[in-house]
Nanobody, 122 residues
Framework: QVHLVESGGGLVQAGGSLRLSCAAS????????MGWYRQVPGKQRELVAR???????NYADSVKGRFTISRSNVKTTVSLQMNSLKPEDTAVYYC????????????????WGQGTQVTVSS
């Protein structure tokens, strides 16, 4: 089992910054990807940013240039630096980790954190 604990959410004014962190523990594979999704009530969960085992990053178009994802060298912690926040960034943010098979590079399991609320006031 894998346990993910997120921190850093809260209330901020538009234009401000927040930094989310997620610490993973348990059966984490040496090959893994990590990232963040977000969800607002009534809408599907959407990918915000991800970082692969090799360090490649992907961002949603809506956050490019404002958000930066990073991870620790031991690949058990992932952070999301969010700058120039907008009211439309308001959501519950979920951290996840994909355990990846070393040979096939297929995702074997995905684990999720409990979510942290980010609220951006106008």
């Amino acid at each position: 089992q894998v346990h993910l604990v997120e921190s850093g959410g809260g209330l901020v004014q538009a234009g401000g910054s927040l930094r989310l962190s997620c610490a993973a523990s348990g059966s984490i594979f040496s090959i893994n990807h990590m990232g963040w999704y977000r969800q607002v009530p009534g809408k599907q969960r959407e990918l915000v940013a991800r970082i692969t085992n090799d360090g490649d990053t992907n961002y949603a178009d809506s956050v490019k240039g404002r958000f930066t994802i990073s991870r620790s060298n031991v690949k058990t912690t992932v952070s999301l630096q969010m700058n120039s926040l907008k009211p439309e960034d308001t959501a519950v943010y979920y951290c996840y980790v994909d355990n990846v098979d070393v040979l096939s590079r297929a995702t074997l399991n995905t684990y999720w954190g409990q979510g942290t609320q980010v609220t951006v006031s106008s």
